[in-house]
T-cell receptor
């Protein structure tokens, strides 16, 4: 069965430093996608980055990168040069293909960026 | 921004009453989802739809039903609301079941008293 684990309920980072948010997943499928979403205090869900299980390169989107280690089943989000606006909840999610109707989410990590 | 509208945005209801939440999209996306968000649990899938009149259960479907009579509308019904269904409910849509990200509505805060 699919499962996403985010072991860090909360994290602090100093402004302008990099931070890594952990995500491990469990699946028996070979074909799947991994996603990260940001949820600021206003409540909306914002898509950040995607990694496919067959992608050989780690995904990057601006200051966000995904450290994908397939053998370890981990998909950690790295945020470089943290900004105060990065303070939010971050969710890791997974969808299995084919038949990937279901996207499941981890419990989330709350990130606090200190000035 | 993806055109997804949830209504109502906030609702307080009494235990035992039926409640219907509506999700309306203007993107013509095939797939629609209902999630609930609770502290410590992240988002959990309640029901999803892969086409008009095609729906299936998610991981926390007990006490909920859904209907999709048109591409653009996906309704979530709590037949008899309980306090354990107090939560924030999110609707999401996605264009395909492949890699594309899901776009989320703004959420509905439901309180059952």
């Amino acid at each position: 069965a699919q499962k996403i684990t985010q072991t860090q309920p909360g994290m602090f980072v100093q402004e302008k430093e990099a931070v890594t948010l952990d995500c491990t997943y469990d699946t028996s499928d070979q074909s799947y996608g991994l996603f990260w979403y940001k949820q600021p205090s206003s409540g909306e869900m914002i898509f950040l980055i995607y990694q496919g299980s067959y992608d050989e390169q780690n995904a990057t989107e601006g200051r966000y990168s995904l450290n994908f280690q397939k053998a370890r089943k981990s998909a950690n989000l790295v945020i470089s040069a943290s900004q105060l606006g990065d303070s939010a909840m971050y969710f890791c999610a997974m969808r299995e293909f084919p038949g990937g109707f279901k996207t499941i989410f981890g419990a989330g990590t709350r990130l606090f960026v200190k000035a | 921004d993806a055109g997804i509208t949830q209504s109502p945005r906030h609702k307080v209801t009494e235990t035992g009453t039926p409640v219907t939440l509506r999700c309306h999209q203007t993107e013509n996306h095939r797939y629609m989802y209902w999630y609930r968000q609770d502290p410590g649990h992240g988002l959990r899938l309640i029901h999803y739809s892969y086409g008009v009149k095609d729906t299936d259960k998610g991981e926390v479907s007990d006490g909920y039903s859904v209907s999709r009579s048109k591409t653009e509308d996906f309704l979530l019904t709590l037949e008899s609301a309980t306090s354990s269904q107090t939560s924030v409910y999110f609707c999401a849509i996605s264009e395909s079941k492949g890699w594309t990200e899901a776009f989320f509505g703004q959420g509905t805060r439901l309180t059952v008293v």
